[in-house]
């Protein structure tokens, strides 16, 4: 089954463009839509959960149409939204038994069967107990990942998880992700350039409203194969050299800013060829000259 998003365009009452035209297939398997904040991600994200419309496009899900079939798409779909509100005076595993009942999993046994293996899945097994109002924000997360599968999705949305999380909790996060089967659509979106890089075979990058990329993460790395370029500048020459040169980012490296430029050929001028990242992809597709930390 395939998602197909033809031509989507949105724009809110305030006159926001939030998405324009956007077009995509997403098959099975972990897909990123990376973009920065206020790119259009959870608009996109909560228009194919069935949460909002769309001004104009269409939505296809294998055989459903989306847009007119929102009960049906439910039946299949799992949703992380970005924030969300558990009853905090619950255990892990009513909250979770709940829900699962809310899906239709209305046999009892079957359904102690099929939360206890979630909370196994997610790594909460041993918390299973404790109220969720003292989960950290990587157990809630996790927690909302329970539930998402609760209802055997064909189709997951994750919409910003990792954002919040200490390294230790996205790393877990994102190998319960990775765990998921391969015949369902996961679409995780993101404003962290290694979390789509560590994860997904397939992935966009949205900026505006706009898809500006669509690609294997291995193949947009390679397009920019021996085109990059590097170099420490002392910060009165910034400006200087953004005239001159396609800079794609500046990163501080120990207070020293280090500037990554794009080049067919050798810039000269003591910059080296470096192994283009996607973080290089990304910022030189935003045509943003991002200062990051
Ligand atoms: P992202 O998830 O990539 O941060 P959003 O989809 O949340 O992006 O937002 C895209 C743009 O639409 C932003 O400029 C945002 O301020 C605007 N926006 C989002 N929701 C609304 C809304 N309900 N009303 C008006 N503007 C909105």
Redo the contacts with the bound molecule.
Sequence with gaps: MELVIEGLSKT???G????RDVTLTVAPGMFGLL????????????TIATL?RPDSGAIRLGSIDVLAQPAEVRKHLGYLP?EFGLYPNQSAETVLDHFAELKGVTVRGERRDLVQALLQQTNLYDVRSKKVGGFSGGMKQRLGIAIALAGSPTLLIV??PTAGLDPTERRRFLNLLGEIGQDVIVIL?T?IVDDVRELCHRMAI?NE?AVVLTGDPAAVIEELRGRVWRRAVPRADLAALSSQYDVISTRLVAGTPMVHVFSDTDPGNGFTPIDAGLEDVYFHRLGAQAVTA
Aim: aromatic share 4%.
């Design positions: 809110y009452d305030n926001v463009r939030a998405l973009g920065p904040n206020g790119a259009g991600k959870s608009t996109l994200m909560r909002q970005q919409d910003e979106s404003h949205i409203g």
